[in-house]
């Protein structure tokens, strides 16, 4: 018969083998003299976090499908690295009435692609955080849900009809906007048919 500290022994060497493999990483001085100087100016914590948020941007951005620099896929759909200042002026050059019906249009567009590419059904609620995380990696800003709202922090597009259309095209709903300067609030209202039936 095994003794009380034998199988504990025995269950701690188990967890051990199970545990993460140690990987050695040879780098180019260069390239250790940049991960030191943003570990020393505090912009990372050290090079194990440091390549763990690689890995997690890598999985995230699917850099697996650069083709080259500045051209990069997300399976269907193009992506493009853009200065906000080029798209200001797109913006400005687009008379306002229309800037709810196109960004309609682009939320519809970003919905087929996520769908295709990702597999992500945006219209379901409970996948909106893969969606808001896919739209953050992306640059579109900060997304979050609270309750009946949708709040972003740090958009990338200053015009709120244009993210009301956005996220209508998108997520299938409407919203009644409630901020008109960043961070933006959008109320997600009722549709008629499920108010009705409650």
Not at 17 to 29: C, D, G, N, P, V
Not at 88 to 107: A, F, S, Y
Not at 164 to 185: N, R
Request: charged share 35%.
């Amino acid at each position: 018969m095994q003794s009380d500290e034998e199988k504990k022994l025995e269950s701690m060497l188990k967890k051990k083998r199970q545990s993460a493999r140690r990987t050695t990483i040879i780098l180019e001085r260069e390239e250790r003299e940049f991960i030191d100087s943003l570990i020393r100016e505090g912009r990372e914590p050290g090079i194990k976090p440091l390549i763990s948020k690689m890995l997690d941007v890598y999985r995230s951005m699917m850099i697996y499908d650069w083709r080259f620099p500045g051209e990069y896929y997300c399976g269907i759909s193009r992506m493009a690295f853009m200065n906000i200042e080029l798209i200001n002026i797109l913006i400005q050059h687009i008379p306002e009435e229309k800037w709810r019906e196109i960004g309609r249009k682009m939320g519809e567009a970003a919905k087929v692609s996520m769908e295709a590419t990702l597999g992500i059904p945006t219209t379901n609620r409970e996948k909106w955080r893969e969606v808001f995380k896919r739209l953050r990696v992306q640059g579109f800003g900060d997304l979050y849900l609270r309750d009946k709202y949708i709040l972003i922090k740090a958009p990338f597009i200053s015009e709120p009809k244009i993210w009301a259309g956005f996220l209508e095209g998108l997520f299938d709903t409407e919203l009644d906007i409630k901020t008109s300067t960043p961070p933006f609030v959008f109320e997600i209202k009722e549709k008629a048919d499920s108010a009705a039936s409650e």
